[in-house]
Nanobody, 125 residues
Framework: QVQLVESGGGLVQAGDSLSLSCAAS????????VAWFRQAPGKEREIVAG????????YYGESVKDRVSISRDNAKTRVYLQMNSLKPEDTAIYYC??????????????????WGQGTQVTVSS
């Protein structure tokens, strides 16, 4: 397992953009498939985007695929989630998750053994 720390959440207005960051404590993320999930009040945690450890494959959730982008810095120390044209329904706690050397990007939370504590994103109308 790896300790993950998310940052970048906040309160924004509809239509704004926001960038979230996920970093591993004390190590790089080069060996980890990383995904962003979100959980709104009363709803299940759902996958937003993911990047396989090799960087060869990306995944985007159906509800956000035209508005978000996942990327990793060259040093492979952070994974970013860029969100554009935010909507009130994007309001949720956003979590970073990781699984070492996974060659797929599981859509289920069961596919990851490391989780961050989450960062709140609130989009006002």
């Amino acid at each position: 397992q790896v300790q993950l720390v998310e940052s970048g959440g906040g309160l924004v207005q509809a239509g704004d953009s926001l960038s979230l960051s996920c970093a591993a404590s004390g190590r790089t993320l080069s060996a980890y498939t990383v995904a962003w999930f979100r959980q709104a009040p009363g709803k299940e945690r759902e996958i937003v985007a993911g990047i396989v450890w090799s960087g060869d494959f990306l995944y985007y959730g159906e509800s956000v695929k035209d508005r978000v982008s996942i990327s990793r810095d060259n040093a492979k120390t952070r994974v970013y989630l860029q969100m554009n044209s935010l909507k009130p329904e994007d309001t949720a706690i956003y979590y970073c998750a990781a699984q070492r050397y996974s060659n797929s990007i599981p859509a289920s939370t069961n596919g990851y053994d490391s989780w961050g504590q989450g960062t709140q994103v609130t989009v006002s109308s």
